[in-house]
Every structure is written in structure tokens, then in C-alpha cells.
């Protein structure tokens, strides 16, 4: 197993193609209280599993914009496929790292892969002198919350709106997750 950097200009057009299904979710409930807002994330089981299946790009202009640096792609290659990806860059501004994209090939899921794409990422943190890596996922990707956490991520907070305006109802919420000690 090896990881190494990639070419933007070689990559700026390929797709990930995003495969996963969860049994599980994180049930969002935000509500008044007589001092303020309580906001829950609760464990809760489906009826039928959550299959999600979708593409996206390893790699877009607007992660330049936002990155410093410019963003990084790096790959994982066994033999000679690769078989994952992520791509970060540097929010200055707070001094982040951001994980952009994400992803591990299913057949290659649970063999380490995403753990040593998250090593670089902590060990690109500690250079750069970082206070934390931040990363997005959804409370219906309960796996990837449960990897992450096995990494040092913990939430970070939610957004309520990203992806529609009924997100809490869909059970797909947007949270951050944040990793402080690399």
C-alpha cells in the first residue's frame, strides 16, 4: 500500500463515486427551552436501509479558492489501482485543514486505507502548525461517523440547510467533525 500526491491537472476531471448504505441514522431535534435551544443527536434504526449512490469531484476550482496552499490531492495505490482518494487544503483564516473529498473503493473498505489517507491529512496538519482538521458528513453516514471518531474526530457542529431546506426531515443533516489532537 502506497500513498502518494496527484497531479491536479492529470485529475481535475475524474469523478468519485460515492456507494454506501446504513441501517442507522442520527436523528436531528432542535427545540426551545425555557433558556434557550436544546439541540439532540439521537441513534436511531430504519425501517429499511439508507442507500446512497452518487458522484462527485475529486477535485474542484473553488478548493483552490479556498485553500491557501491551493488543495492536495493524494491516492492510495495497491498493485498498481487506486483504490482511494482525498483531496484538502488550508483555511488560513482559522487555521484548518479541510478534508474537501473522501473516499475508499467498497471492495477496499476496512483494510486501513482510510486511516492512513487520514494520517497524511494530520501529518500535512502538523506541518502546516494547524489547530484542528475539519471534514463534512451526513448523520445518515453513520459509518463514516463511526471511522471518523475511531480517528479523533468529534462533531463540530451542524448545518440544518445545507443540501435542502428539508434536510432534519430527510435525516440528512450535515455535520462537522473535528480532529484537535494529531
Known amino acids: 500500500m502506497e500513498i502518494f500526491e496527484l497531479d491536479k491537472e492529470q485529475w481535475k476531471d475524474f469523478k468519485l463515486h460515492f456507494k454506501w448504505s446504513s441501517d442507522k441514522y442520527y436523528k436531528v431535534d432542535i427545540r426551545k427551552t425555557q433558556t434557550g435551544l436544546m439541540v439532540e443527536l439521537k441513534l436511531q434504526t430504519t425501517d429499511k436501509p439508507i442507500v446512497k449512490d452518487y458522484e462527485e469531484p475529486l477535485w474542484q476550482q473553488w478548493m483552490d479558492e479556498e485553500s491557501d496552499d491551493e488543495a492536495q490531492i493524494f491516492g492510495v495505490k495497491i498493485d498498481s489501482e487506486i483504490v482511494g482518494w482525498m483531496t484538502v487544503g488550508m483555511e488560513s483564516w482559522n487555521n484548518r485543514l479541510r478534508v474537501y473529498e473522501l473516499l475508499v473503493l467498497e471492495g477496499y473498505r476496512r483494510r ?17 502548525n494547524c489547530r484542528a482538521i475539519i471534514l463534512e458528513t451526513q448523520t445518515n453516514n453513520v459509518n463514516a461517523i463511526e471511522f471518523y471518531k475511531k480517528q479523533g474526530f468529534e462533531f463540530d457542529g451542524l448545518d440544518i440547510t445545507a443540501y435542502h431546506n428539508d434536510d432534519v426531515e430527510r435525516n440528512e443533516v450535515r455535520i462537522e467533525m473535528v480532529c484537535r489532537n494529531f
Do not use: S, V, Y
Request: hydrophobic share 40%.
Open 112 to 128: 486501513g486505507i482510510g486511516k492512513l489517507l487520514l494520517d497524511k491529512a494530520k501529518q500535512i496538519a502538523r506541518q502546516k
